[in-house]
Structure formats: structure tokens, C-alpha cells
């Protein structure tokens, strides 16, 4: 049975959440009061994806401010701002990430004219709203509207909201993705970094129809908690998404569940009778030594480099093709300077489960390169097919073609994120990379599968010196200790029912862990006992960033 409201209770929490406009508005309203000032400014900072327009006209009626600023009335024109991110972009084919700042896309004669006019306004309430509002003037009260990145790809997807700066609602998914990814989300990021200890209040809309506003200290206290014990991150923005009918068809690609990806998921924060929603990467830019441990944050900053993505192909009959650059692919083509590593873990089989890996031995490289250049529909009989079984292990070598194949459930667990990801079947996207990107020579047969040596009396899966990841097997079936040995830790339960998670100093509660469900406990945690749960044999997949 899946945890699908998976929150954090924080503690010291009461009357520190406002749920919908009608309670949201007299909290923000009884705060300009205490202030006891003839002149209040509201900054109402957002992150790329919101619908400004329309939580603008909420605050508007509601706090009834003298003067309404919106902070993309001072930017460059649109000509400007593509220009500017001209050099991260080439074509469709993205090429290094953005270095900009939000001031960078400040025209500074609006700027300087803005300025001007709230100096001028001795008393009333100035309300100032949109990405880098909070920089225009010293803000009384300042208001962080986050986005969920996963709910800014939904509203690409249905042409709701543009890239920053720019009118492009209705580009293609892939180019507003690409373009987020690289320009957006890197501006809208450093502002994070700056708003998440300074705020008062957070301002979560993404179910919009069920806006949140919540205390920022309180929200911190949250962030800080998770770094203290195990939690789990939400997949949606609205838990009730979670149960999707039998029936669902969407045409979209709901084969991976966002389980544990600090960039794509989010975490549930209880704040008294709320679940306040947040992104996950939160905690990574607010506390980064403290969830990542100080060895993994001198080394990769604020960067997660490992994400646990769930592939079902029990029922699919249409297999996805794809291939991950190597290390010098990422540097030069995209600036990314983590190198890639691509792991299936089985988690569940049947009688015909297989993947498929690499070219056949008989298939030669550039023959293969002509006959997919002109149809794509016989990829699969060129692959090499793989028999697998529950627990089985793949490593995927970089620049390997391969597939989810039939009849399993994965667990996928990779560094580099999904849209580095080339899809064979997507040319618009992904051919004029592909035709530069080096096959990997090495063939790949069914003994290459379950490659395992031991550590501490554990199964330690793949274990090749060019890994950044380590994966331990633990199988149990009585209490068992874990360390973390200072880095973050990534777990999935891929055998038993049910577990608990026990703090060995009573730092935490216990911590109920159901099959199929990954979790994270930060470097703060030292070690803790894993207690099976009416069982006889368990299993726990274990990751963590190599020492």
C-alpha cells in the first residue's frame, strides 16, 4: 500500500497556513496593519510558470493597494530578452546554462522611472508583483510565489503560461521546456536562493483553484525538519491526481513516476490541518550541507545527482528508445559536468520481461545510422533483447541505445536529468545530436546483467570505478543498522510489505516504508535500524554519491 500524502508534520505549526483567497487576503491585510506605516511595500516575487496575471488581480482586489507594479512592465523588449538567451540556445539544440541574472532583463531607463515614482508616494500600500519584483524596491513585506517545476511542464503542455520575458505560450512543449531549463529556471533559481530565508510568507498556487499562503518561518522550520529525518516526496501538485482511472489514456508519457527527483517533485509540508506543497529542491538550496553531506556539497554544489524514476511496461506495447550522451557529450553540447550513469533495477517481472540494450552483434554502427535516418519503425528487431527477472540489475553504459522492453517495472536510477535524454522516436527533438553522438562500441549480452560483488556483507550492484553512484543490495530479515556515513542516502523498498525506519537516538519518529517506495534521509542522520514488518524476507536498494 503506497503512502500517497506523504508530508512532514512540522512542528509548531498552528494558525500558520491560510488556505483560498477568502483567508489569504485578511491574513496579508491584518500584516500591512501591524506594521503601523504610512507607506507599505509588497513584493510579490514569483518563480517562471505562475498565472501572474490572475493571482495579481486576487491580491489586487483584495489588498486594494494606492499604486499596482508589475515587474515585467520594466523588462527589455521580447527582441532583447531572445537575443540575450541566443547564447544558450542554438536552434532547438540547447547549449549551456544560463549565467544570467534576473537584472539582466531590467531595462534601467523603466527601472530608474519605477524607482522614481514609489520615491515620490509617501504613504499608502505599493504593491510590486512578478519574477525579481523583490529588487525593484526594499520590500516591508516580501511574498514568494513558488512553482512546482512539474506543474510549469503540465501548463507547457497546454500552452497556459511562456518562458520568462517572452509571449511564446504556444511554442512547442519542447522548446519552452528546453528553454526553462536552461535560461529560466537558472535566473529564477538565484532569486530562490536569495527569497528562501528572507520571505514572509510563502504563496503556493499550483492548484490554483486552491491557493495556500503560509508562514515563512514556519516553512523553513519545515525545510530544516526534513534534514532530520526520512521523507518521502510528493509526485503531483494535488494528491487527489494521485489515483488516475483505469481507463486513463492521456497521450502524454505517464510511463515515469517522478518518485524521487529533488528537480521535478515536491514535498508535503503539515502545517497544523494544511498540506502545504513546496518543491523538493527547496530543502537542497536552503540547507545543501546539511541534506547532502559537506563532502557531496563541496563537490557538486547544489545538485542532486541521483534520481530514482519508476518505468512500467507490464502493459505498454509501444517501447520508448533512448539513449544518454557520456561525459564529454554533456560538457561540450550541453556545459553539464556531471557524467551520466543509467541504472535498471527489476522490480517486478513476468514470464516474457526483457529490455533491450545495445546493437546485435551482427548490426553495424553506420548501416544502422542510414536505416534509422530514413524509418525508425524497426529499431527494435536491431537491438539486443535481454531476458530479466524480479532484483535483477543493469548498468547502461553512456551512449547506449536501449529500452524498457516488455513486461517489468523499473527502477530507474540515473545523474543527469531526464532532458538530457535523447528519444530515438522524437527527431524533431533529438536528431541533429544524435547524428554527432558516439554509439557505444561495446556489445552488451545477458552476462553482462547482475554484475555484484560484495561490501560489508552486502550485494554491491555495478560497482565499476568509473561510477559516481553506489548501489548496496540489503537483504534482511531482522532489524538491521544502516549509516549513511555522512552523504545523503536514496532508498527503495523492492521486497516486503512493510518496514520501519527507527531512529537509534530518538531524533525522529518511526517512519512506516511500504514496498515500492523510495524515500531520502539526509547526511544528518548518522544511522538508524531498518525493522521488518510480518514477513520473512526483505530486500532494500540502497544509493548513495560514492566517498
Known amino acids: 500500500m503506497i503512502n500517497k500524502k506523504p508530508y512532514i508534520e512540522v512542528n509548531d505549526a498552528a494558525n500558520s497556513c491560510w488556505e483560498g483567497w477568502d483567508t489569504i487576503i485578511p491574513e496579508l491585510n491584518r500584516k500591512i496593519a501591524s ?9 510579490v516575487d514569483c518563480y517562471q510558470g505562475t498565472y501572474a496575471d490572475f493571482n495579481l488581480k486576487k491580491l489586487k482586489n483584495g489588498l486594494s493597494p494606492n499604486v499596482t507594479c508589475r515587474a515585467k512592465d520594466i523588462y527589455k523588449d521580447e527582441v532583447d530578452i531572445k537575443a540575450m538567451a541566443a547564447t544558450e540556445m542554438h536552434s532547438n539544440a ?98 530562490k536562493k536569495q527569497l528562501l530565508p528572507a520571505c514572509h510568507y510563502f504563496l503556493e498556487t499550483n492548484n490554483w483553484h486552491k491557493p495556500k499562503l503560509a508562514d515563512g518561518n514556519v516553512v523553513r522550520n519545515g525545510l530544516k525538519q526534513a534534514t532530520k529525518q526520512p521523507f518521502f516526496m510528493a509526485k503531483f501538485f494535488d494528491p487527489e491526481l494521485w489515483d488516475l482511472p483505469t481507463n486513463h489514456s492521456n497521450e502524454e508519457d505517464f510511463l515515469w513516476g517522478f518518485d524521487c527527483d529533488f528537480e521535478q517533485s515536491n514535498i508535503l509540508l503539515k502545517l497544523d490541518e494544511y ?134 517495472i523499473i527502477l530507474h536510477i540515473h545523474v543527469a536529468p531526464d532532458i538530457f535524454e535523447l528519444n530515438l522516436l522524437d527527431s524533431a527533438h533529438s536528431s541533429q545530436l544524435f547524428d554527432q553522438l558516439p554509439l557505444c562500441a561495446e556489445k552488451i549480452g545477458q552476462e553482462d546483467i547482475n554484475q555484484i560483488t560484495k561490501k560489508n556483507g552486502f550485494d554491491l550492484l555495478a560497482s565499476e570505478d568509473n561510477q559516481m553512484i553506489e548501489l548496496q543490495r540489503i537483504g534482511f530479515d531482522d532489524i538491521t543498522p544502516i549509516q549513511t556515513n555522512d552523504v545523503i542516502n536514496v532508498f527503495c523498498l523492492t521486497e516486503g510489505k512493510e518496514v520501519i525506519i527507527e531512529s537509534t537516538e530518538s531524533s525522529f519518529d518511526p517512519f512506516t516504508v511500504h514496498y515500492g517506495e523510495a524515500f531520502v534521509i539526509s547526511s544528518g542522520v548518522a544511522k538508524f535500524n531498518i525493522k521488518p514488518v510480518d514477513g520473512d524476507q526483505f530486500v532494500i536498494l540502497k544509493a548513495h554519491i560514492k566517498r
Open 94 to 191: 540547447p547549449r549551456k546554462l544560463s549565467n544570467h541574472s534576473i537584472t539582466d532583463y531590467f531595462d534601467e531607463g523603466k527601472l530608474e522611472a519605477l524607482k522614481n515614482n514609489i520615491d515620490f508616494i509617501e504613504e499608502g500600500v505599493i504593491l510590486i508583483h512578478g519574477i525579481g519584483s523583490h529588487l525593484i524596491w526594499p520590500a516591508d513585506i516580501i511574498i514568494y510565489s513558488d512553482m512546482s517545476r512539474y506543474e510549469i511542464l503540465q501548463r507547457f503542455r497546454r500552452n497556459d503560461v511562456s518562458n520568462l520575458g517572452l509571449s511564446n505560450e504556444n511554442d512547442d512543449f519542447h522548446i519552452q521546456h528546453q528553454q526553462s531549463y536552461f535560461v529560466d529556471w537558472r535566473v529564477c533559481d538565484k532569486l
Open 275 to 408: 498540506l502545504f506543497e513546496t518543491p523538493a529542491i527547496n530543502i537542497l538550496y536552503y540547507q545543501p550541507s546539511e541534506l547532502l553531506g559537506e563532502q557531496v556539497y563541496r563537490s557538486f554544489g547544489t545538485e542532486m545527482p541521483i534520481r530514482f524514476n519508476f518505468l512500467d511496461s507490464m502493459e505498454d506495447t509501444s517501447p520508448k528508445f533512448s539513449i544518454y550522451p557520456g561525459t564529454d557529450f554533456l560538457r561540450d553540447y550541453f556545459g553539464f559536468h556531471l557524467y551520466q550513469n543509467d541504472n535498471y533495477y527489476i522490480m517486478q517481472s513476468g514470464d516474457k520481461s526483457s529490455v533491450m540494450l545495445g546493437l546485435k552483434d551482427e548490426v553495424n554502427e553506420a548501416d544502422f545510422r542510414v536505416e534509422l535516418s530514413k524509418n525508425t519503425k524497426g529499431i527494435a528487431n536491431k537491438l539486443n533483447k535481454i531476458k530479466v527477472k524480479k532484483h535483477d540489475h543493469l548498468f547502461i553504459p553512456p551512449n547506449t541505445i536501449h529500452s524498457q522492453g516488455q513486461d517489468a
Open 35 to 43: 506594521l503601523d506605516q504610512k507607506k507599505v511595500v509588497i513584493s
